[in-house]
């Protein structure tokens, strides 16, 4: 059996949980292309800070492929917004420390998230990234932006653009946390977990 | 009786779709009160529907577990130049203290503060308790004025249980009587946590009047359900009556795997923490200890006596500190003492506490 197995298998496994809009290599390569248009963007050396939890996995690979493509060492944070939510939202799940280990003052941030949704999120973030010091610009990286902003927030960098209706969820694996890489798309309805999103 | 409560605990509660990579983005979510008006459970639950905190003995595992990892990320707040986020903006935390603090009050106070909460002191002193208004009109007054989170101390014990089935704000228990001191019992296995790692299996030793320490009552709740190997050692006089030499009463069934230890020394070996706990002087009336001088001989802890715990061995002292009775200054300010770090470390777990009970409206119905 070869890897080539494995790696279909594991696609299957995730089509199980919905239609596949990203597979490992696409995902891949939309990592690829972000950090090249980071670069291409950024006169000055970016740091860049993930958000929890995916967001965080996803910012530590954009900040390797950072430093692979320009050897260079880019700065790698972490944040984690739930106590500036404007709907106390997230509590089932412990506060997980921030770890900023770098002055964030005069230097041009990228922000790294999952999915871009509401934007309510990343107006969470902004607000506890402010109260770090004043970068010189934030920017916002994210793998899916989904449509439905409920705020005027835009992302910078988009792995994939993907429309979707309210009642459906976008997912996504990554191999750190959840042993695979991909994105699905599932109906709420299907999906054998109950959403907090809706009420 | 608390093998049964903890099992009660874990009530069943949505999965969080974010587990399973949704998006952490999601709609704002409307609060909705449920029309039927019902009553959010009085005990029990996990975080999103736990309206209360009068004691640890309620709490599961896994329920304890989620409130110290949540103080590490407000440890984390603490830690910053900006020590204010908006979390709890427009909530409303008073402290009805009718008991003398001033760690406990102020660290309540700086937690609804860095979380953004506004913070309303009333000691009975200073209030209508004086003209003799009763514990139920004067908590009855003070929620008309909409409070979200009542911080209560209270010197008789349950006090707190029976405020927190009349009225509907969430009630943290600050100290009651001699029965329960939840969120000290927290900070302490934080405190541990923090130096130790897993607390499970390790030895704690606690030292002195647990007759009257509502703070070693939870202490040992906390622990128990923690996995730790509890060992207490005092006067006779000053254990509870389930644990004292001969004792045959019930109570004990509550303290089930616990050590009782008669000789200090024989407590102190091989301990991973060492907590001794203050004599209370304003609780020492009815002759239960003779001499403090006697005391302190036979169970103050000093540096030989602490050398006989582990080496690195933790001590810790709830505070505040009768300096040269049941601690040494040698070793009350030794390099072995966390004590002060007890109080940082409750700010963290205050926050932690007030998070969880304030987020409960939002996500639990």
């Given at each position: 059996?070869?890897?080539?197995?494995?790696?279909?298998?594991?696609?299957?496994?995730?089509?199980?949980?919905?239609?596949?809009?990203?597979?490992?290599?696409?995902?891949?390569?939309?990592?690829?292309?972000?950090?090249?248009?980071?670069?291409?963007?950024?006169?000055?050396?970016?740091?860049?800070?993930?958000?929890?939890?995916?967001?965080?996995?996803?910012?530590?690979?954009?900040?390797?492929?950072?430093?692979?493509?320009?050897?260079?060492?880019?700065?790698?944070?972490?944040?984690?917004?739930?106590l500036?939510?404007?709907?106390?939202?997230?509590?089932?799940?412990?506060?997980?420390?921030?770890?900023?280990?770098?002055?964030?003052?005069?230097?041009?941030?990228?922000?790294?998230?999952?999915?871009?949704?509401?934007?309510?999120?990343?107006?969470?973030?902004?607000?506890?990234?402010?109260d770090?010091?004043?970068?010189?610009?934030?920017?916002?990286?994210?793998?899916?932006?989904?449509?439905?902003?409920?705020?005027?927030?835009?992302?910078?960098?988009?792995?994939?653009?993907?429309?979707?209706?309210?009642?459906?969820?976008?997912?996504?694996?990554?191999?750190?946390?959840?042993?695979?890489?991909?994105?699905?798309?599932?109906?709420?309805?299907?999906?054998?977990?109950?959403?907090?999103?809706?009420? | 009786?608390?093998?049964?409560?903890?099992?009660?605990?874990?009530?069943?509660?949505?999965?969080?779709?974010?587990?399973?990579?949704?998006?952490?983005?999601?709609?704002?979510?409307?609060?909705?009160?449920?029309?039927?008006?019902?009553?959010?459970?009085?005990?029990?639950?996990?975080?999103?529907?736990?309206?209360?905190?009068?004691?640890?003995?309620?709490?599961?595992?896994?329920?304890?577990?989620?409130?110290?990892?949540?103080?590490?990320?407000?440890?984390?707040v603490?830690?910053r130049d900006v020590r204010k986020t908006p979390t709890?903006r427009?909530?409303?935390?008073?402290?009805?203290?009718?008991?003398?603090?001033?760690?406990?009050?102020?660290?309540?106070?700086?937690?609804?503060k860095v979380l953004g909460?506004?913070?309303?002191?009333?000691?009975?002193?200073?209030?209508?308790?004086?003209?003799?208004?009763?514990?139920?009109?004067?908590?009855?007054?003070?929620?008309?004025?909409?409070?979200?989170?009542?911080?209560?101390?209270?010197?008789?014990?349950?006090?707190?249980?029976?405020?927190?089935?009349?009225?509907?704000?969430?009630?943290?228990?600050?100290?009651?009587?001699?029965?329960?001191?939840?969120?000290?019992?927290?900070?302490?296995?934080?405190?541990?946590?923090?130096?130790?790692?897993?607390?499970?299996?390790?030895?704690?030793?606690?030292?002195?009047?647990?007759?009257?320490?509502?703070?070693?009552?939870?202490?040992?709740?906390?622990?128990?359900?923690?996995?730790?190997?509890?060992?207490?050692?005092?006067?006779?006089?000053?254990?509870?009556?389930?644990?004292?030499?001969?004792?045959?009463?019930?109570?004990?069934?509550?303290?089930?795997?616990?050590?009782?230890?008669?000789?200090?020394?024989?407590?102190?070996?091989?301990?991973?923490?060492?907590?001794?706990?203050?004599?209370?002087?304003?609780?020492?009336?009815?002759?239960?200890?003779?001499?403090?001088?006697?005391?302190?001989?036979?169970?103050?802890?000093?540096?030989?006596?602490?050398?006989?715990?582990?080496?690195?061995?933790?001590?810790?002292?709830?505070?505040?500190?009768?300096?040269?009775?049941?601690?040494?200054?040698?070793?009350?300010?030794?390099?072995?003492?966390?004590?002060?770090?007890?109080?940082?470390?409750?700010?963290?777990?205050?926050?932690?506490?007030?998070?969880?009970?304030?987020?409960?409206?939002?996500?639990?119905?």
């Open positions: 059996m070869d890897e080539g197995f494995f790696v279909s298998q594991t696609q299957v496994e995730l089509e199980n949980q919905g239609r596949l809009i990203m597979s490992v290599e696409q995902l891949r390569r939309a990592l690829v292309r972000i950090s090249h248009e980071i670069l291409e963007r950024n006169d000055q050396p970016v740091a860049v800070i993930g958000m929890q939890t995916r967001g965080v996995d996803l910012a530590r690979r954009i900040a390797g492929l950072i430093d692979s493509i320009e050897n260079v060492e880019t700065q790698f944070g972490t944040l984690d917004p739930r500036y939510r404007d709907d106390l939202g997230g509590s089932d799940k412990p506060v997980v420390p921030s770890d900023i280990p770098f002055a964030i003052d005069g230097r041009p941030i990228v922000l790294v998230d999952d999915v871009l949704y509401t934007g309510r999120t990343i107006r969470a973030a902004l607000d506890a990234l402010l770090f010091g004043r970068p010189s610009s934030i920017q916002l990286a994210v793998l899916v932006d989904r449509g439905h902003r409920e705020l005027p927030i835009r992302a910078d960098y988009v792995g994939k653009n993907v429309p979707t209706a309210h009642g459906e969820d976008v997912r996504v694996f990554l191999e750190e946390v959840d042993g695979s890489d991909g994105v699905t798309l599932v109906r709420k309805s299907e999906a054998p977990t109950n959403s907090g999103g809706q009420i | 009786m608390a093998r049964t409560r903890a099992a009660t605990t874990t009530t069943e509660r949505p999965k969080d779709q974010a587990d399973q990579g949704a998006n952490s983005d999601e709609p704002a979510r409307t609060p909705e009160r449920s029309a039927g008006g019902s009553q959010p459970p009085m005990f029990g639950g996990l975080s999103g529907s736990r309206k209360n905190v009068l004691d640890l003995d309620d709490f599961s595992r896994e329920e304890i577990e989620h409130i110290l990892q949540s103080a590490d990320g407000m440890s984390e603490l830690s709890l427009g909530k409303t935390i008073l402290t009805l203290f009718f008991e003398n603090s001033t760690r406990t009050r102020v660290s309540f106070e700086q937690a609804g909460a506004d913070v309303i002191n009333v000691s009975a002193s200073a209030s209508s308790v004086s003209k003799g208004e009763s514990l139920l009109n004067t908590v009855r007054t003070l929620e008309a004025m909409k409070v979200d989170v009542l911080v209560m101390r209270h010197p008789h014990s349950g006090a707190p249980y029976f405020v927190a089935s009349k009225i509907n704000a969430a009630v943290v228990n600050a100290g009651d009587g001699t029965h329960a001191h939840p969120t000290q019992a927290l900070l302490d296995l934080y405190t541990m946590r923090r130096h130790l790692g897993d607390i499970a299996g390790k030895k704690v030793t606690i030292i002195g009047d647990l007759h009257f320490s509502r703070v070693a009552r939870s202490d040992v709740f906390g622990l128990a359900k923690m996995g730790a190997d509890v060992t207490v050692c005092g006067p006779p006089t000053l254990l509870p009556y389930g644990l004292r030499p001969g004792s045959e009463r019930a109570e004990r069934a509550a303290f089930t795997g616990i050590n009782v230890v008669d000789r200090v020394e024989e407590a102190l070996e091989g301990a991973d923490v060492v907590m001794t706990l203050r004599i209370q002087k304003e609780r020492q009336d009815s002759g239960n200890l003779p001499d403090l001088r006697e005391y302190s001989k036979l169970y103050g802890i000093n540096a030989d006596r602490l050398a006989l715990a582990n080496p690195g061995a933790l001590l810790m002292h709830p505070g505040p500190m009768n300096e040269g009775i049941e601690i040494s200054s040698e070793v009350a300010h030794g390099a072995q003492a966390v004590i002060e770090e007890q109080v940082s470390n409750g700010v963290a777990i205050r926050m932690a506490v007030l998070y969880m009970l304030c987020a409960r409206n939002r996500t639990g119905e």
